[in-house]
């Protein structure tokens, strides 16, 4: 049980890389926050795994909404250790000339400011406990963009610098933080990311660019998150570890 007696939280928790994280962590002995937009499906998934998680429905753009995620944390377990601000959209693939004013605010306030949001709330409660660990989900389009995702592309490459300057500034208080980049994976997400529908021969063409042959997984990005978060890691602070099979060689 690599995490028993740590609490976590994890935002975007109730589907994809977030749900496969939430599983993780509780397996491996974890008292969980689901934090998802989508309160009904983090209600689910946390009476599914039992009574060491519990849901709350989070818009990770509102203060008001990351405190009370923070809160839960404190009044349900009595503390927290880990906090994953895995929650992210994306604009579906296209020219960035069209993307539009409102899905470019969108984008940024989720997988920006949120993590912002997110700091400010919970870092007072991981100096309570002795420190503690922050992991950022950003992507392979932070390290190696490519055309039709611009936008999002900017705002992942905007965690991958938050986090090396976060885990530089929250060293002194036993925090560290650090990064995951995905590939593209198969979440709900998937079609957005390949602005094609999902088949076989449009899968061929993004895998063709992954050495490995795959895209990645729940699981992948899972383990990743539970290394981060595992003591063994304790003299790692910002890295931003590339969960890619190989597609930024």
């Not at 977030?18 to 599983?23: D, H, L, M, P, S």
């Not at 995620?69 to 929650?87: C, E, P, Y």
């Not at 963009?145 to 900017?154: C, F, H, Q």
Request: charged share 20%; with cysteine; glycine share 12%.
């Amino acid at each position: 049980m690599r995490l028993a007696g740590k609490i976590a939280i994890v935002t975007g928790g109730a589907s994809g890389f977030g749900r496969g994280i939430v599983e993780r962590y509780a397996a491996e002995g974890a008292q969980v926050v689901i934090a998802d937009l989508n309160g009904d499906a983090a209600a689910a998934l946390a009476k599914d795994i039992g009574n060491t998680t519990v849901a709350i429905t989070t818009d990770v753009t509102k203060r008001a909404d990351v405190d009370a995620m923070v809160a839960k944390a404190i009044s349900q377990f009595g503390g927290l250790d880990i906090l994953v601000n895995n929650a992210g959209i994306t604009h579906k693939n296209q020219s960035l000339m069209t993307v539009t004013e409102a899905e470019f605010d969108s984008i940024y306030a989720v997988n920006v400011k949120a993590i912002y949001l997110a700091t400010l709330s919970a870092v007072p409660e991981l100096e309570k406990r002795g420190g503690g660990v922050i992991i950022n989900t950003a992507s392979t389009a932070g390290l190696r963009p490519r055309p039709g995702l611009t936008w999002y592309n900017g705002s992942k490459g905007a965690v991958i610098t938050l986090t090396k300057s976060m885990a530089a500034e929250l060293a002194a208080k036993n925090i560290r933080v650090n990064a995951i980049n995905p590939v593209i994976g198969e979440t709900g997400m998937l079609e957005d990311f390949m602005g094609m529908p999902d088949t076989p021969d449009n899968r061929a063409k993004f895998v063709g660019g992954i050495p490995l042959g795959r895209m990645s997984k729940p699981s992948d990005i899972a383990n990743a998150a539970l290394f981060l978060a595992d003591p063994a890691s304790a003299f790692i602070t910002g890295v931003a570890i590339e969960v890619d099979g190989g597609r930024c060689i």
